[in-house]
């Protein structure tokens, strides 16, 4: 609530910054001062009340993350619980680095699917359409990249064993290289590779952490 609250005050700033990556074909079709269309007297205040909760949570995440590993804590060994604080910041960096990279990726599929049917159809690009799009595009990114952190802790946990990543690193990679052009809506070949790329190197980024922390 905090969180949403403080990210409803600069809704301006944020809206402004997640539309950078529109292409300049959108402008065609936006129309009015370049600015997103709403189709419903309540649609503007609930986009701007639904990037809020969004930012919200994003700003709030070092408490998730708290609340979680309180809520796991009680079920594990002394040791395993000296972890708490490498885990809450370990997972903020992470997140927040998917997040960015997602938002560097966006403006290819924003612009692929602006640009795919221009010419057979007049497209209204609404706001609510928009940053939906936006926040699930971003979101896979930043849940992505918490695979080290999920990794590790169920090495932690005894569940699974840096041996275990490596004997089934082959299949792993093609499942997550799948898994990327699920993960990434839009045509474009750009954002599964990326993804792919991220989610290859993490995997192997697990390995190497399980290894030094087991040892």
Same mark, same amino acid.
């Given at each position: 609530?905090?969180? +949403?609250?403080?990210?409803? $005050?600069?809704?301006?700033?944020?809206?402004?910054?997640?539309?950078?990556?529109?292409?300049?074909?959108?402008?065609? +079709?936006?129309?009015?001062?370049?600015?997103?269309?709403? +189709?419903?007297?309540?649609?503007?205040?609930?986009?701007?009340? =639904?990037?809020?909760?969004?930012?919200?949570?994003?700003?709030? =995440?070092?408490?998730?993350?708290?609340?979680?590993?309180?809520?796991?804590?009680?079920?594990?060994?002394?040791?395993?619980?000296?972890?708490?604080?490498?885990?809450? $910041?370990?997972? $903020?960096?992470?997140?927040?680095?998917?997040?960015?990279?997602?938002?560097?990726?966006?403006?290819?599929?924003?612009?692929?699917?602006?640009?795919?049917?221009?010419?057979?159809?007049?497209?209204?690009?609404?706001?609510?359409?928009?940053?939906?799009?936006?926040? &699930?595009?971003? =979101?896979?990114?930043?849940?992505?990249?918490?695979?080290?952190?999920?990794?590790?802790?169920?090495?932690?946990?005894?569940?699974?064993?840096?041996?275990?990543?490596?004997?089934?690193?082959?299949?792993?990679?093609?499942?997550?290289?799948?898994?990327?052009?699920?993960?990434?809506?839009?045509?474009?070949?750009?954002?599964? $590779?990326?993804?792919?790329?991220?989610?290859?190197?993490?995997?192997?980024?697990?390995?190497? &952490?399980?290894?030094?922390?087991?040892?």
């Amino acid at each position: 609530m905090v969180g +949403t609250i403080v990210a409803f $005050i600069f809704r301006d700033q944020i809206v402004h910054f997640l539309e950078l990556p529109l292409p300049k074909e959108a402008a065609d +079709t936006i129309g009015h001062g370049n600015k997103l269309i709403v +189709t419903g007297i309540t649609e503007g205040f609930s986009v701007f009340l =639904l990037i809020s909760i969004a930012a919200g949570f994003i700003l709030a =995440l070092p408490v998730v993350l708290y609340q979680t590993w309180a809520f796991i804590a009680p079920g594990l060994l002394e040791k395993e619980k000296k972890y708490s604080v490498p885990f809450i $910041i370990a997972g $903020i960096v992470l997140f927040v680095i998917g997040v960015s990279v997602g938002y560097i990726v966006l403006r290819y599929p924003v612009e692929w699917l602006v640009t795919f049917a221009s010419d057979s159809f007049t497209e209204l690009l609404t706001a609510g359409s928009y940053f939906t799009f936006v926040a &699930f595009f971003m =979101l896979a990114f930043g849940l992505v990249f918490e695979l080290p952190l999920v990794l590790t802790f169920l090495a932690q946990v005894d569940l699974i064993s840096s041996r275990t990543l490596i004997r089934k690193r082959a299949g792993a990679h093609v499942g997550l290289w799948i898994a990327s052009t699920f993960l990434t809506p839009g045509a474009d070949i750009y954002s599964p $590779i990326f993804l792919g790329v991220s989610m290859s190197f993490l995997y192997e980024l697990s390995i190497i &952490f399980i290894k030094i922390i087991k040892k």
